[in-house]
């Protein structure tokens, strides 16, 4: 009795966690996941067009049966938005059909039997019904092949998007670059700063790790904002340059890449100064002497003893600088350019900006699937009793 007591007890304490996780994390996932794949916008609104569809060929002209759905369901479809929303999925798949539904919406309203042909000759192409046809699945791959610049030929065949639709790729591979160069640059200053705090004591040591952590109690939002104050023309570091005759004028450093490098690496140091401090401690102090007692420089030292017994800390460090740098969005907005927006920004415009959560669901799996592959393997690495070079 007592063991299934305590059992009871363990779930009633996990039960307030695991129903805030399903909630708050777990069931918006879930939804934004189930919208890359989901497009029912046509189904919805043609439903009988769905079912007479099925014996059309694809390749001539609609059958009367097709026609005679179609307006049947156009004049049923009572909700204005849904009609709308169908409009906008067709003219995605196929140019010219906002013009012709609306005139043929205004047709179907005015006669009493309509005639799709008599109304506008376009509905005799066979180009049109197959879009139509296309888009009665409720289910769909356009937004994830979409996301990495593929599409469906007339085929079904997968070939990629035109250079002139679509550049998510090259906005993927922007945020690679810009995230490798911020973890290059924090594992630069990083390094050297967790070897000294690990090789110093009693107060010191506490005052680097204070000056480490102390960011991360201050909101992303605010160390961004100081950045924008601190590198813009007449910011502090501007008139440093300029007063000790580094620089003859102020430098660009807000509104471009460097920048976003420069606020991004304050802001994500802190990950990676934390993971390799915490291998560094654990090396003997003893070893680098050890090594410098049987004549070895000490750059060779540093590089034959202390860096293998580190990596294990530097990959960690690195891969949790970068699972951070590919996802951010605040700082490159507020103090990059256009050409320096990462994939979140793309991401937070399909959701906000033209309220496509089918394309802002899809880039967001392929950004959370880059991040669980890039979390596996950190998960590795710290889990790992070494790292072998």
Known sequence: MAPLKQRFSAAALLAPLLIFIAIFFLWPLITMMSQAVSDPAVSNILPRTAEVANDWDGDGPPTPAMKAAFIEDLRNADNQQAVGDMVRRLNSAQSGFRTLMGKTTRAISLEENPDLSAIDPRWDEPQYWRAITDALSPTTDRYLLAAVDMERNAAGEIVSLPADQSANLTILARTFWIAALVT??????????????????????????????????????????????????????????????????????????????????????????????????????????????????????????????????????????????????????????????MISSVIAFYATGSANWGMAGALGIVLLTITILLYAVYGRLSTSPEVRS
Not at 200 to 216: I, S
């Open 184 to 341: 290059f640059f924090c594992l630069t200053i990083g390094y050297p700063y967790a070897m000294i705090a690990a090789s110093v004591d009693g107060w010191k040591r506490n005052l680097m790790l204070g000056a480490v952590l102390l960011p991360l109690w201050t909101s992303l939002l605010v160390r961004t904002a100081a950045w924008f104050i601190l590198l813009q023309d007449n910011g502090l570091v501007n008139r440093a340059l300029v007063d000790l005759s580094i620089t003859a004028e102020p430098m660009r450093l807000i509104f471009n890449r460097t920048g976003v490098i420069i606020a991004m690496t304050h802001v994500l140091l802190p990950f990676m100064v934390l993971p390799i401090y915490s291998v560094l401690i654990t090396v003997p102090k003893n070893l680098m002497p050890a090594a410098a007692s049987l004549g070895a420089h000490p750059l060779r030292a540093f590089w034959k003893v202390l860096m293998p017994l580190s990596l294990r800390g530097v990959a960690s460090g690195a891969l949790l600088v970068f699972m951070s740098a590919i996802g951010y969005y605040i700082t490159p907005a507020l103090i990059g350019g256009a050409g320096d927006q």
